[in-house]
């Protein structure tokens, strides 16, 4: 759809965080959905508004409009209700995930360099959390698979084969285990929002 949707995208950030701080995702929200839809109303962002409208004057509907997909804005993201509803209660900056995430389409990746941890033992939980809230981001879950997490743990070089498991096990405020897959529970969410401010900043 577009030739250089990723310099789009920035634009789409940089506009939307000149926006008041409470009103930055929805602003971010009508943006990407002028992105995603070539025949979609002008967003109006003038000085004196407090909010970005859409073509009829209303504020931008609720829901995080779109993910990318292969460097171009697809799909509807899948009931992201609860990921806005995450994004909000904790005063998540619009930038901010793209600055940790790279959405593409049903997945995404953890970008961040410097986890900001030394041991391995904190990096793993670190990185828990952070694909935890990619599941809630792609999903209506917190979710993450365990063999996500040994993937990811083992491309920042933080596996610890012989205690893996007794990691998550010691973490049982934050992870609850379900089969095959952790879940994030409320406190575990909160510390996730916080990583992801810190890596972000």
Same mark, same amino acid.
């Given at each position: 759809?577009?030739?250089?949707?990723?310099? &789009?995208?920035?634009?789409?950030?940089?506009?939307? =965080?000149?926006?008041?701080?409470?009103?930055?995702?929805?602003?971010?929200?009508?943006?990407?959905?002028?992105?995603?839809?070539?025949?979609?109303?002008?967003?109006?962002?003038?000085?004196?508004?407090?909010?970005?409208?859409?073509?009829?004057?209303?504020?931008?509907?609720?829901?995080?409009?779109?993910?990318?997909?292969?460097?171009?804005?697809?799909?509807?993201?899948?009931?992201?209700?609860?990921? #806005?509803?995450?994004?909000?209660? &904790?005063?998540?900056?619009?930038?901010?995930?793209?600055?940790?995430? &790279? #959405?593409?389409?049903?997945?995404?990746?953890?970008?961040?360099?410097?986890?900001?941890?030394?041991?391995?033992?904190?990096?793993?939980?670190? #990185?828990?959390?952070?694909?935890?809230?990619?599941?809630?981001? #792609?999903?209506?879950?917190?979710?993450?698979?365990? =063999?996500?997490?040994?993937?990811?743990?083992?491309?920042?070089?933080?596996?610890?084969?012989?205690?893996?498991?007794?990691?998550?096990?010691?973490?049982?405020?934050?992870?609850?285990?379900?089969?095959?897959?952790?879940?994030?529970?409320?406190?575990?969410?909160?510390?996730?929002?916080?990583?992801?401010?810190?890596?972000?900043?």
């Amino acid at each position: 759809m577009f030739e250089n949707v990723a310099e &789009h995208i920035d634009e789409a950030v940089r506009l939307a =965080e000149r926006c008041p701080e409470k009103y930055q995702i929805p602003c971010f929200q009508a943006l990407i959905g002028v992105l995603a839809q070539s025949d979609a109303p002008p967003v109006s962002l003038s000085p004196g508004n407090s909010h970005a409208a859409n073509g009829n004057g209303d504020k931008p509907t609720a829901g995080l409009e779109n993910d990318i997909s292969g460097g171009v804005l697809s799909r509807p993201a899948p009931s992201t209700d609860r990921a #806005l509803v995450f994004l909000e209660q &904790h005063q998540i900056p619009s930038g901010s995930l793209s600055r940790v995430y &790279h #959405l593409d389409g049903n997945s995404y990746r953890i970008i961040v360099k410097d986890l900001r941890e030394k041991t391995n033992s904190k990096k793993q939980v670190k #990185l828990a959390l952070l694909l935890g809230v990619g599941g809630l981001l #792609l999903g209506e879950q917190p979710v993450f698979s365990k =063999e996500r997490l040994i993937e990811t743990c083992r491309e920042y070089g933080a596996y610890d084969a012989p205690n893996f498991a007794s990691h998550m096990k010691k973490q049982r405020d934050l992870f609850i285990s379900q089969g095959n897959e952790w879940s994030l529970t409320v406190p575990a969410q909160q510390r996730a929002a916080d990583a992801i401010k810190d890596l972000a900043a």
